[in-house]
């Protein structure tokens, strides 16, 4: 029986090229190539079946409202929309983690400038300010002091409504690196350190990828935070604290481009295993 995977992209990076080529092993697999900007969606009814919907958006807002709509007709999508919500909103993924005693960074939410400044008054310099949607790196503030503090406040104000929540978070200072765990379904599969100069050690913003053994703790609190946001493929940052690890991020189309060679774990392979399984486990 042939399986019809709908496969959703924004542009063919890497990490596409790496999962398609995975998914053209399997003689009993069409692809089904969906473009998020080229393509468009009556809500009624789908251009034409598929099995599953393997989500993988650079957009964060395309993927989720995509998501919708193919869930809305009973295909299965991985990662869930419901999983893509709670990781791709920072405060949602934070309260989850808070909710669940899941170590994590202490947030302080914010809605005006005012009460943002007595926010991060109250959380101590340094702290870290961020946009609640996005990844990257992009966007994220160090804050040193109460002037710094008053200056980004009113820059954020002026980029609009999304901006004008302040998500303010305790600065954690980290050995000069922190990790980056790959979880799919329930285990742990393998982690790379990230280390830099900078405090953002996003290899996309320049921070080195070297393995990091997956250890029972790490193995047990990935668990325990992927399974708080729905589980599936999931990729989690890390730091380490005098009082242990703490989860900082945890991302649902996780890039991985820079850890197959580091860890020596075929990631694109076992993630399309866990696709496959996933929908031929519900037909």
């Not at 789908?46 to 869930?71: M, T």
């Not at 919500?85 to 669940?100: F, H, I, P």
């Not at 160090?142 to 406040?153: D, F, G, H």
């Given at each position: 029986?042939?399986?019809?995977?709908?496969?959703?992209?924004?542009?063919?990076?890497?990490?596409?090229?790496?999962?398609?080529?995975?998914?053209?092993?399997?003689?009993?697999?069409?692809?089904?190539?969906?473009?998020?900007?080229?393509?468009?969606?009556?809500?009624?009814?789908?251009?034409?079946?598929?099995?599953?919907?393997?989500?993988?958006?650079?957009?964060?807002?395309?993927?989720?409202?995509?998501?919708?709509?193919?869930?809305?007709?009973?295909?299965?999508?991985?990662?869930?929309?419901?999983?893509?919500?709670?990781?791709?909103?920072?405060?949602?993924?934070?309260?989850?983690?808070?909710?669940?005693?899941?170590?994590?960074?202490?947030?302080?939410?914010?809605?005006?400038?005012?009460?943002?400044?007595?926010?991060?008054?109250?959380?101590?310099?340094?702290?870290?300010?961020?946009?609640?949607?996005?990844?990257?790196?992009?966007?994220?503030?160090?804050?040193?002091?109460?002037?710094?503090?008053?200056?980004?406040?009113?820059?954020?104000?002026?980029l609009g409504v999304n901006h004008q929540v302040f998500y303010i978070q305790e600065y954690i200072n980290k050995p000069g690196r922190d990790i980056r765990a790959f979880v799919i379904g329930d285990e742990c599969i393998c982690a790379i350190y990230r280390s830099s100069e900078n405090w953002i050690t996003n290899t996309a913003r320049g921070g080195i990828a070297t393995n990091c053994p997956v250890t029972d703790e790490i193995a047990e609190i990935c668990h325990r935070a992927a399974q708080a946001v729905g589980g599936g493929l999931l990729a989690l940052d890390l730091f380490e604290t005098e009082n242990g690890y703490t989860i900082n991020e945890i991302n649902h189309t996780m890039e991985f481009r820079n850890s197959i060679t580091t860890t020596g774990v075929n990631i694109p392979q076992k993630m399309i295993e866990y696709v496959l399984q996933n929908v031929r486990q519900k037909t």
């Open positions: 029986m042939t399986t019809r995977v709908g496969f959703l992209y924004t542009r063919l990076r890497a990490e596409e090229k790496y999962l398609l080529d995975e998914l053209e092993k399997h003689d009993d697999v069409d692809i089904v190539r969906i473009n998020d900007g080229d393509s468009f969606f009556d809500i009624n009814q789908l251009a034409e079946p598929i099995d599953v919907l393997f989500e993988r958006s650079i957009s964060y807002s395309r993927g989720l409202y995509i998501s919708r709509i193919f869930e809305a007709h009973g295909i299965p999508v991985v990662n869930s929309s419901l999983v893509a919500e709670r990781c791709g909103d920072k405060y949602v993924t934070s309260q989850l983690l808070a909710k669940n005693g899941i170590p994590t960074p202490r947030v302080i939410m914010a809605f005006d400038e005012e009460s943002a400044l007595s926010a991060i008054e109250a959380m101590g310099y340094p702290c870290v300010l961020k946009p609640v949607v996005g990844s990257w790196g992009r966007l994220l503030a160090k804050v040193e002091n109460k002037s710094m503090a008053e200056s980004l406040i009113e820059h954020k104000s002026s």
